[in-house]
């Protein structure tokens, strides 16, 4: 395991491992990782893409479950003359990314000794995290909004966890499950910084798979994803593995898009109430969504929103595809399409990734 500190993402104040907000000031935190600790060797420079090769990227000794997520296909398909590649993070067990981050955070309770853990959904999380607990022998206690999808309440049950139904969205529920860890020393799950770790791998596995794409797509709720995948494509700059950066492009919804408003305008990040279709990515109030507003600075990135007939149009347009995908998992693809409808020089001779972020 690599040398870290936890460390709040405002004021810097070191926190202990089990900690998930600032004691001082209530920011997030950011594992500060020492890079002089990581050796990079051969094995890694394989083209292989496998969670466990990755494990020396993570702040944890080691997997504590036979999880089976990551290692999901880059797959090419045309949209008119122009060529673009899927990144399938439908594949994961429970049908999204969110896999990715729930073992690497449920590995982590373990290690510190954590018998329950607690979580805010709008569903896919939820069902990562009852998953992940149930093949790691611990509890755990989902805070989840009345209106969420029943479907996706189902499967968490189904996974064996306790369900806590909250009159209001997804950030109550999050006030609540935190409330919750605080009162309960549960382990708290969710967008956090362990979390983020675990989802760097989907850069890693983009770049071992297609070497330097231009463009990534990815759709945005927390923003967990677009900071988790900068961070990896940071690492694989500093670490020689990729030679330029490229530029991210985020896509939220019009119903439900703070992130593309702050960033556009240049303004603060403001609480705007979800209204979308798109229930994966139906957040208010980003929890990365200054580290993901940093991100797309970096990267000379976009961000741009998509309306409800747009998600529709991209879910119908994937299916004809092969590719099924919920509203928030096709959302990166409307963000192509509307820029694609706009501008197709603009990705002539360019290699395009779209991430496919869930299906359920
Ligand atoms: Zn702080």
Redesign the pocket.
């Known amino acids: 395991m690599m040398d870290y500190s936890l460390r ?6 070191a926190e202990a491992d089990d900690a998930f907000r ?6 997030i935190l950011e594992v500060r990782i020492d890079y002089s600790s990581i050796m990079i060797g051969k094995a890694f420079r394989s083209r292989r893409v496998k969670n466990s090769k990755y494990l020396l990227l993570f702040p944890i000794k080691r997997f504590e479950m036979e999880g089976g997520e990551g290692g999901t296909r880059l797959v090419s398909h045309n949209i008119g003359a122009q060529k673009v590649m899927f990144k399938m993070e439908t594949e994961n067990p429970t049908g999204s990314f969110k896999d990715r981050g729930s073992a690497v955070e449920i590995s982590k309770a373990v290690e510190l000794g954590r018998n329950s853990v607690c979580c805010a959904s709008t569903g896919n999380m939820g069902m990562s995290v009852a998953r992940y607990a149930k093949l790691a022998g611990i509890s755990a206690t989902i805070f989840i909004s009345k209106d969420a999808s029943k479907e996706k309440i189902a499967r968490i049950k189904s996974y064996g966890a306790r369900l806590v139904k909250v009159d209001g969205d997804f950030n109550t529920a999050l006030r609540n499950a935190e409330a919750f860890a605080r009162k309960d020393r549960t382990f708290m799950c969710g967008d956090y910084h362990f979390r983020k770790e675990g989802q760097k791998s989907v850069a890693y596995e983009i770049i071992d798979q297609c070497g330097s794409p231009d463009f990534i797509f990815l759709p945005v709720g927390n923003a967990t994803l677009l900071s988790a995948v900068y961070k990896g494509l940071s690492e694989y700059v500093r670490f020689g593995l990729l030679d330029s950066m490229p530029r991210i492009v985020a896509v939220q919804s019009e119903k439900c898009d703070p992130l593309v408003r702050a960033y556009m305008s240049g303004r603060h990040l403001e609480y705007v109430k979800p209204k979308t279709v798109a229930d994966a990515i139906a957040v208010g109030y980003p929890t990365f969504g200054l580290e993901g507003i940093a991100a797309l600075k970096k990267t000379h990135g976009i961000a741009v929103n998509v309306s409800e007939d747009q998600l529709r149009d991209a879910i119908l347009m994937l299916e004809e595809k092969g590719i099924g995908a919920e509203a928030g998992g096709a959302a990166g693809f409307a963000g192509f399409m509307k820029f694609y409808e706009n501008d197709r020089e603009m990705f002539r001779g360019k290699k395009t990734v779209i991430v496919i972020t869930g299906n359920n």
Do not use: A, I, Q, Y
């Open positions: 709040c993402t405002k004021c810097s104040h600032c004691s001082r000031c209530g920011s």
